[in-house]
């Protein structure tokens, strides 16, 4: 078995801030993802690697960039935290983009 | 993924009922993923069907997957609050075979 580790667990910035989540896996996994979640709806992908140092763009990678320093470790950086904002980001991880993902327990970010 | 922007659906059943959850995709999967997500957790995985098969069981749960009608249904037997949760499909599509989720559904589980 394997974990997925996000930090923080809750975020609050001001609006136009940098803010930056982490995520750890220790699967060995090749793929790691992130998503967002807004309240109440499913789940947006932002941006994926397949592996290390390799980034892949989703649906919504506008108003974000992310790093896949190492295997184990995908960050994801919001570029100017929007007022009012509120949502989960999720991290998950998996062998390849078709196998199964395990998530971690998400980020909550709160814009004031 | 537009199903992201998409409202949930909600679906309210007693306790001891049997519930029904579709899920219906555009181009050709090799595999649904069916997955939970639990208040406050991320989505865990608890039932996968591939193209070859035409049903899947676990316990309570039952996934059928009809790749003519480009569909798969995730029942439940006879339900328990713990069912109560978020569902989602989720089918490896495209060019490079991304999994992809759905449209979720939240489940709430009355006693």
């Known amino acids: 078995g394997g974990i997925i580790t996000q930090t923080p667990k809750f975020l609050i910035g001001q609006e136009g801030q940098k803010l930056t989540l982490k995520c750890q896996q220790n699967?060995?996994?090749?793929?790691m993802y992130w998503y967002r979640q807004d309240s109440g709806k499913g789940l947006r992908l932002i941006y994926y690697s397949i592996t290390e140092n390799d980034l892949q763009k989703g649906d919504l990678s506008e108003g974000y960039d992310a790093s896949r320093e190492k295997k184990s470790s995908f960050s994801l950086t919001v570029t100017s935290a929007q007022k009012n904002e509120m949502a989960v980001f999720l991290c998950?991880?998996?062998?390849?983009?078709?196998?199964?993902?395990?998530f971690g327990p998400g980020t909550r970010l709160l814009v004031l | 993924s537009q199903w992201g922007e998409e409202n949930l659906q909600a679906l309210s059943i007693q306790e001891g009922e049997d519930v029904t959850m579709n899920c219906s995709y555009k181009t050709y999967t090799t595999v649904v993923h069916w997955y939970r997500q639990d208040s406050g957790r991320g989505p865990a995985l608890i039932i996968l069907?591939?193209?070859?098969?035409r049903e899947k069981r676990s316990g309570r749960l039952r996934a059928t997957l009809d790749t003519s009608s480009q569909s798969s249904s995730l029942s439940i037997t006879a339900a328990q609050c713990e069912d109560t949760a978020v569902y989602f499909c989720?089918?490896?599509?495209?060019?490079?075979?991304?999994?992809?989720f759905g449209q979720g559904t939240v489940l709430s589980v009355i006693p």
């Open positions: 699967f060995n996994h090749d793929t």
């Open positions: 989720a089918t490896a599509t495209g060019g490079n075979n991304k999994l992809t």
């Open positions: 069907i591939r193209s070859n098969e």
């Open positions: 998950a991880s998996s062998n390849r983009v078709q196998d199964t993902q395990y």
